[in-house]
């Protein structure tokens, strides 16, 4: 059995489907079909029961799409030191996780559909006027009440 590292994920081990080869810098492995490999492992972390994703799962994820941070940060909708975190230590949330298993689906099944969907709901949000904003003060007689400006 072969502790498949290069991966960059810790826990991947291989029973068979690799070579094993002396050369004059010390032993090396071939694996026949790396990309079907890789493609099975984000599949295997993407069906995984919802909860926190692994740092380096995240990564693997990220890298199998050839993805930056930059652009994993926009299609998600949040900034990229956040996705920097995620890839350290402070794994992405249930709704995060799912949409990064969605759009790795996406990636694999080339269904061009969650890409639509998620520039309407861009163009969505960038469309919504800003709410106005609530004032409230506290009124010795009546207690706390909404501040009512004049028009």
Not at 7 to 34: C, F, K, Q, R
Not at 60 to 72: G, I, T
Not at 120 to 137: G, I, M, Y
């Amino acid at each position: 059995m072969y502790h498949y590292t290069g991966s960059g994920l810790a826990n991947v081990w291989l029973v068979n489907g690799y070579t094993e080869h002396d050369t004059p810098y010390g032993p090396s492995i071939s694996i026949v079909d790396l990309e079907g490999l890789h493609r099975v492992i984000g599949v295997e972390i993407t069906q995984q029961p919802p909860g926190r994703m692994a740092g380096e799962a995240v990564r693997f994820l990220r890298k199998e799409m050839d993805l930056s941070q930059q652009a994993l940060a926009e299609l998600i909708g949040v900034k990229e030191i956040t996705v920097r975190k995620w890839e350290q230590k402070d794994c992405p949330s249930g709704p995060a996780q799912t949409l990064l298993r969605a759009i790795y689906a996406r990636h694999i099944h080339g269904d061009d559909r969650l890409s639509q969907i998620m520039d309407d709901l861009r163009r969505q949000d960038q469309a919504l006027p800003q709410q106005a904003a609530l004032r409230f003060k506290d009124d010795p007689e009546r207690g706390w009440q909404r501040e009512r400006l004049a028009a």
